[in-house]
């Protein structure tokens, strides 16, 4: 994930440990923070390719196990932004 975060931050969408995932007019942003964004895709973190992130993914949250793809997350959307500026 590391080359992934470093592809984020060359781009303005990390902001310390928070990824941006939207960002507003009046300066404000959406951000998801690492540690949450890994328990859900870590099981991609060696090969975080598009493909691989837009997948479904296992992951265990609160105590209780999901299986979920990103769309129903809501990063997809997220993931095809990334993808279309080249980050993924």
Sequence with gaps: MN???AKLNEN???????IILDQYE????QA??????????????DNP?????VGIH???FGGQSYTK???????KIHFENWHEKGII
Excluded: R, W
Aim: glycine letters at 10%; proline letters at 0%; hydrophobic letters at 30%.
């Design 32 to 45: 998801v923070d690492k540690e949450t964004f890994e328990t859900f895709f870590g099981d991609v973190k």
């Design 3 to 5: 080359e992934l975060y």
């Design 49 to 53: 390719t598009y493909d691989n992130l």
């Design 69 to 75: 793809n990103a769309e129903e997350l809501g990063y």
């Design 58 to 60: 296992t992951f265990t």
């Design 26 to 29: 009046d300066g404000s942003f």
């Design 12 to 18: 303005q969408l990390m902001d310390g440990d928070n």
